[in-house]
Structures are given as structure tokens and as C-alpha cells.
């Protein structure tokens, strides 16, 4: 059984900086993308991130290219994004994910419904 637990939200004032974490287990994670999600209320979950955990490759939303990083432990088997300059509009709630033999560029193409495995997610709130 695949296990995600986020951690690393809070609050920060714009153009401020946090690092979330995903802590995963239950599975040999070789074959799989794991990404970040983000849900503001009243919108629909978005892609913001992702990452291949054998080989590292990743991929960003436009929105957050430049601003965030997507990275991997693989003896910890937990995947981090670091957000740095942060916008009020990055304000939602964060949630990591993944799906077995998935790409990280798929994972950012495909409809978020095409990730199986979720976390239960991290809030972040960035006050102007």
C-alpha cells in the first residue's frame, strides 16, 4: 500500500521562501513519477511539479518555473519542493502524488485524475 504524507506548510508573507516535504513508502518507487499538486478553494487540483524517481528528470508548470525545485532523497525515499519567491496566488493546498510507470513530463500533460496515490495534503499560505 502506497503511503504519502506531506509536511512543510505554514504561512509566509510574498517573496518568502518553504521547502515541503513527502515522505513515501510501500513500494519500490523506481518506476514511478512523483509530483506536487496544488488546490486553491474553489478551483480545480493543478500540476506544479514533478519529478522521475530513477534518473531525477523533472518538469514544472509555467507558473512556477524559476521559482520552485523539485528534488529527490532517494535513501530517505521522500521527494521535496522548494518554493522561493512566493506570490499570494501560490496560496492553496499542496498535495504530493504518484502513479507507476509515469513520466514526470505525463504527469505534467495528463489530467490530475490519471494519479492514483495521494497524500493527504499541506497548506500553504502566502500573505500579501
Known amino acids: 500500500q502506497v503511503q504519502l504524507v506531506e509536511s512543510g506548510g505554514g504561512l509566509v508573507q510574498a517573496g518568502g521562501s518553504l521547502r515541503l516535504s513527502c515522505a513515501a513508502s510501500?513500494?519500490?518507487?523506481?518506476?514511478?513519477?512523483m509530483g506536487w499538486f496544488r488546490q486553491a478553494p474553489g478551483k480545480e487540483r493543478e500540476f506544479v511539479a514533478a519529478?522521475?524517481?530513477?534518473?531525477?528528470?523533472?518538469y514544472y508548470a509555467d507558473s512556477v518555473e524559476g521559482r520552485f525545485t523539485i528534488s529527490r532523497d532517494i535513501a530517505k525515499v521522500t521527494v521535496y519542493l522548494q518554493m522561493n519567491s512566493l506570490k499570494p496566488e501560490d496560496t492553496a493546498v499542496y498535495y504530493c502524488?504518484?502513479?507507476?510507470?509515469?513520466?514526470?513530463?505525463?504527469?505534467?500533460?495528463?489530467?490530475?485524475?490519471?494519479?492514483?496515490?495521494w497524500g493527504q495534503g499541506t497548506q500553504v499560505t502566502v500573505s500579501s
Open positions: 510501500g513500494r519500490t518507487f523506481s518506476t514511478y513519477a
Open positions: 502524488g504518484t502513479e507507476r510507470y509515469m513520466t514526470a513530463q505525463r504527469m505534467g500533460v495528463l489530467p490530475p485524475r490519471s494519479v492514483d496515490y
Open positions: 519529478i522521475n524517481w530513477s534518473g531525477g528528470s523533472t
